[in-house]
T-cell receptor
Framework: DTAVSQTPKYLVTQMGNDKSIKCEQN?????MYWYKQDSKKFLKIMFS???????INETVPNRFSPKSPDKAHLNLHINSLELGDSAVYFC???????????FGSGTRLTVV | KQEVTQIPAALSVPEGENLVLNCSFT??????LQWFRQDPGKGLTSLLL?????REQTSGRLNASLDKSSGRSTLYIAASQPGDSATYLC???????????FGKGTKLTVNP
């Protein structure tokens, strides 16, 4: 009965590869997000979708492409992975104003 | 541009002590402030959510206050325990589908 679930939990891949991270929420929330936590543990927004529509795209290289097939799913595809992409990626969701945000457990991406 | 600052960056206390973590934000036009806890290698656990119309929220030994006009929030932890050791993150948003803006966190260590 996990609220926001991400797969995979760990991902180790070589430079230049393409990879995807999947996220699903069963909370009925309208908005989903991708956050990146860098090596200094700072969390920063990457994208948000509201009812499958892209709302926020924060200066992220176009190698990163989010896709939302429906409002319960938000996937992140990364092309031509670079060493600097190594980080923990968190998916989150929220609903309306006045409600909190719920986060997934994160995907630790390591590019070697 | 919203900026969130958390002081101190790290804190080490003996078990049983009461403590206060501080969070400040530069833009008072927020709707929500949320405190999270992050254990090493884990995801984010929501602790308390304060809406801008509220002054404080309490959950067990935790109490969070919000002074929107001065751009400050505090998280008070009573009778600290070793299990409270974690990084505590403060984040603000304008609500709706708006992003959460995070501080860099306070790393708390409670020594037995």
């Amino acid at each position: 009965d996990t609220a926001v679930s991400q797969t995979p939990k760990y991902l180790v891949t070589q430079m230049g590869n393409d990879k995807s991270i999947k996220c699903e929420q069963n909370l009925g929330h309208d908005t989903m997000y991708w956050y990146k936590q860098d090596s200094k543990k700072f969390l920063k927004i990457m994208f948000s979708y509201n009812n499958k529509e892209l709302i926020i795209n924060e200066t992220v290289p176009n190698r990163f492409s989010p896709k939302s097939p429906d409002k319960a799913h938000l996937n992140l595809h990364i092309n031509s992975l670079e060493l600097g992409d190594s980080a923990v990626y968190f998916c989150a969701s929220s609903q309306g104003t006045g409600n909190g945000y719920t986060f997934g457990s994160g995907t630790r991406l390591t590019v070697v | 541009k919203q900026e969130v600052t958390q002081i101190p960056a790290a804190l080490s206390v003996p078990e049983g002590e009461n403590l206060v973590l501080n969070c400040s934000f530069t833009d008072s036009a927020i709707y929500n402030l949320q405190w999270f806890r992050q254990d090493p290698g884990k995801g984010l656990t929501s602790l308390l959510l304060i809406q801008s119309s509220q002054r404080e929220q309490t959950s067990g030994r935790l109490n969070a206050s919000l002074d929107k006009s001065s751009g400050r929030s505090t998280l008070y932890i009573a009778a600290s325990q070793p299990g409270d050791s974690a990084t505590y993150l403060c984040a603000v948003s304008r609500g709706g589908s708006e992003k959460l803006v995070f501080g860099k966190g306070t790393k708390l260590t409670v020594n037995p």
